[in-house]
Nanobody, 119 residues
Framework: QVQLVESGGGLVQPGGSLRLSCAAA????????MGWYRQAPGKQRELVAA???????NYADSVKGRFSISRDNAKNTVDLEMNSLKPEDTAVYYC?????????????WGQGTQVTVSS
């Protein structure tokens, strides 16, 4: 069982910044990729940003140049720095990780953290 614990999020004014953090915990885990997804009311969950264990990153077009994802492989953590936030960034943000726990593959989600961008 691999658990993901998220922190960060909250209410911020347009143009502001927030940082989300996620830590993975479990036995003998080897994580291939970690990332952040978001889901706004009435919309499907979408990828925001992801990073592989080799450092390759992938961003949604809507956040390129504003968001930055970083990962600490030794600590099994991933952070999302969000700058120049817009009201359309408002959503519940979910951490995701996939890899192996021992010899068993896993894909886990965090509980979600609310990000609200509003004046």
């Amino acid at each position: 069982q691999v658990q993901l614990v998220e922190s960060g999020g909250g209410l911020v004014q347009p143009g502001g910044s927030l940082r989300l953090s996620c830590a993975a915990a479990g036995r003998l885990i080897r994580i291939n990729a970690m990332g952040w997804y978001r889901q706004a009311p009435g919309k499907q969950r979408e990828l925001v940003a992801a990073v592989t264990n080799g450092g390759t990153t992938n961003y949604a077009d809507s956040v390129k140049g504003r968001f930055s994802i970083s990962r600490d492989n030794a600590k099994n953590t991933v952070d999302l720095e969000m700058n120049s936030l817009k009201p359309e960034d408002t959503a519940v943000y979910y951490c995701h990780a996939e890899g192996y726990s021992g010899f068993r593959p896993f894909g886990s989600w965090g509980q979600g953290t609310q990000v609200t961008v509003s004046s």
